[in-house]
């Protein structure tokens, strides 16, 4: 849910930039061939943006202020499964993301049915109206018998009342909703139409769309001005203007925008600057820069194992989720994969959950040689005798069984994925350094902190060279709800 509502608020800022800059850069320009593709294109540049990351030689991790080497446990897989009693309690109230996504399915649904009635409203016209005489062998002329206005919809043009209009034009007229047949309109209508009933608690989404009408309008009146005088086309327009629209999904003669049409006549013409469409390039890279951050810029997610022998896969039973784990329940398992030997990459004071305390850290090889000076004081990745907790993994593997739980307000939260944490363990076999690599939030990290402090006093200290040394080792813990 979280990554949902993360993905959607990234999306909706990146949207809000495209339209920002159509409408000081674009708007007022005279190529409306240019700003339609961009009306139709930002939407799709918005929700992708979020989804990309970083190439290589770009990505925020060069900028890495320490590099840290420490020998990975093996991965701690938490999976809660919810009974039959905690399902039934669940019913009994509604969540709020279960409101949120109720709320949003009826949206959704109202706002496609609406859709769905206008083009059966459209089918309908189609049967009932008269065919008339057309110049245009792709366009089909239908006179209607109702108040609704002139419009086009796909290749047909609805004639409607037009009593009030001569002779020119209404010809006028007829040039205009030939416009929006051979320019496809309706398709960019329709595309807009299901995008707004996918995203309609997107304001964006809806203001683009006003926009690329006002554009399709530009467009149909500039087909009118390559045939007639402007000064009549003008005439027209005014005339127009205390007349409403009938069907949304049409393409109509009759807007309520005539004002910024008559505007945009002025300029018809003139040739379009061509800097400012270049001037979104940088915009994209900022957008690129800033929706990369929150969703594919996870620093634990750049974990990278190189592993080592491979060991069959363990499962142990644990408790439920709720209560402190035993070994008796098959309300959850914790599953173990083979340990690895990972490089931790971060930037100090990026963000609450990294506490950048190991910056002693020094790598060391496993082949020293055994005349070589020893400094007790630095922290190893590896040493030929490494560090093991009291009895063995076995018994490691029984005591995370019998303490560790899945936090109650992570399972309300459906909170999954790896919460990642590192510790040093020193010449004494006491636990220091204990710090969170990655959160997922809701209690996770904070559960496996308690149980790594519940392991104090627990190791036996790494030794090189029969040297007592600190070795610092990771913990992953991975919670999975089922």
Known sequence: MVQIVNYLIKSGLCMLALYLFYYVMLRSQPGIRLNRLYLLIAPAIAMVLPLLQWPPLLSHDIFIAESLQAFQLREVEITAYQNETATAAMKSYITFPSAVLFTYCIGTIVLLGKLVSQLMRIRKLVIQSTALPSEAPDTVLLQTDSSHPTFTFLHYIFVGEQSYLTAQEKKQVLVHEMAHAKLHHTWDILYYEILSALLWFNPMVWLLKNELRDVHEYQADAEVLAQHQPQQYS??????????????????????????????????????????????????????LFSSQGVSADIAAGLSALPQEAAPEQEVNIATTTEPAKFVSEDSKVKFVPPAIVEEKRKPGTGNNITPSAKNVEASSPQEKADETLDTSKVYEYVEQMPFFHGGEKAMLQFLGENIKYPKAAIEAKTEGIVVLSFVVQKDGMLTDINIIRDLGNGTAEEAVRVTKLMQGKWQAGRQNGIALPVRYTLPVRFTIK
């Open 235 to 288: 005439a027209l327009l005014a005339k127009e203007v205390l007349y409403k629209t009938g069907i949304p999904v049409g393409s109509y003669f009759k807007e309520p925008q005539v004002f910024k049409r008559m505007q945009m006549l002025q300029r018809y013409g003139k040739r379009t600057n061509l800097l400012r469409p270049l001037a979104m390039l940088p915009l994209l890279l900022l957008s690129l």
